[in-house]
C-alpha cells in the first residue's frame, strides 16, 4: 500500500526564515501531489498542486518542488510570518488506481516564532 | 457562496446511538467527500460522490457507516450504531472536478465524541 511521510510532525521557526516541509512517499510515482493548510477546528484549505512531470511551482511566498527519483516534495514558506503558524498537509492522487484515492499525510505542525 | 457546510460541529453522543453528520455542498460542485481524520490515523477518505452517486466507498470502516446523496445539495453520513472507536473530526468536501484541475474545498468539519 502507499505510504506518506511528512518529516516531522512539529516544525519551529524563527519569522523572517524560510520553512521547508517534506513529503515522502514510497511505491508509485502519483500523478500530482497537493499541499493544504489546516488551522486549529477548520477543516484543511487547499494551497497547491504539483503534476508529476513538474519540477517547481510557486505561489507568492510559496514553492513547491517534486523530485520523482527522491520520491520527494518540498514545501517552502519564504519570508516567514508568524500568521503561517499552522499545521501542513501535503496529499497524493496516484495514477493507475482502480478508484480515486486522494491519500494525505499526517501533517506538520509549523510554529512561527516572532 | 457560503463553502461547505456541516452540521453539527459537535455531537457528543453515548455508544450503541446512531449518529448523523449532515453536508451541504458549494453549488455547482459535482464530487462530494466524505473524510475521518485522527491523530493516529490523520486524514482518511471514506467515501465519495461524483453527481450524487456513490463511486467508491472502500474507506467506509465497516457496515455501521453508511452515507447518501439524496440530491446536489445535501449527503448525510451515519453510524448506526456508534462506538467509542469512532470519535474523530468528520469532513465533507466539494470538488468541481478530479484530476489536475481539482481543489476540494472543506468544511468545518464535525467533531464526534462517543462516550
Known amino acids: 500500500s502507499q505510504k506518506i511521510e511528512q518529516n516531522s510532525e512539529a516544525l519551529n521557526i524563527q519569522e523572517g526564515k524560510t520553512a521547508t516541509l517534506t513529503c515522502n512517499y514510497t511505491?508509485?510515482?502519483?500523478?500530482?501531489l497537493q499541499w493544504y493548510r489546516q488551522d486549529p477546528g477548520r477543516g484543511p484549505v487547499f494551497l497547491l498542486l504539483?503534476?508529476?512531470?513538474?519540477k517547481e511551482k510557486r505561489k507568492e511566498r510559496l514553492k513547491v518542488t517534486f523530485d520523482t527519483t527522491l520520491k520527494q516534495s518540498l514545501f517552502h514558506i519564504t519570508a516567514s510570518q508568524p500568521a503561517d503558524s499552522a499545521t501542513y498537509l501535503c496529499a497524493l492522487r496516484y495514477s493507475g488506481a482502480g478508484s480515486y484515492q486522494l491519500t494525505f499525510g499526517k501533517g506538520t505542525k509549523l510554529s512561527v516564532i516572532p | 457562496d457560503a463553502g461547505v457546510i456541516q452540521s453539527p460541529r459537535h455531537e457528543v453522543t453515548e455508544m450503541g446511538q446512531e449518529v448523523t453528520l449532515r453536508c451541504k455542498p458549494i453549488?455547482?460542485?459535482?464530487?462530494l467527500f466524505w473524510y475521518r481524520q485522527t491523530m493516529m490515523r490523520g486524514l482518511e477518505l471514506l467515501i465519495y460522490?461524483?453527481?450524487?452517486?456513490?463511486?467508491?466507498d472502500s474507506g467506509m470502516p465497516e457496515d455501521r457507516f453508511s452515507a447518501k446523496m439524496p440530491n446536489a445539495s445535501f449527503s448525510t453520513l451515519k453510524i448506526q450504531p456508534s462506538e467509542p472507536r469512532d470519535s474523530a473530526v468528520y469532513f465533507c468536501?466539494?470538488?468541481?472536478?478530479?484530476?489536475?484541475?481539482?481543489?476540494?474545498?472543506f468544511g468545518p468539519g464535525t467533531r464526534l465524541l462517543v462516550l
Open positions: 460522490f461524483n453527481n450524487n452517486v456513490p463511486i467508491d
Open positions: 453549488s455547482g460542485h459535482d464530487y
Open positions: 504539483i503534476r508529476e512531470n513538474e
Open positions: 511505491n508509485y510515482s502519483p500523478a500530482y
Open positions: 468536501a466539494s470538488s468541481w472536478a478530479l484530476g489536475v484541475r481539482e481543489t476540494q474545498y
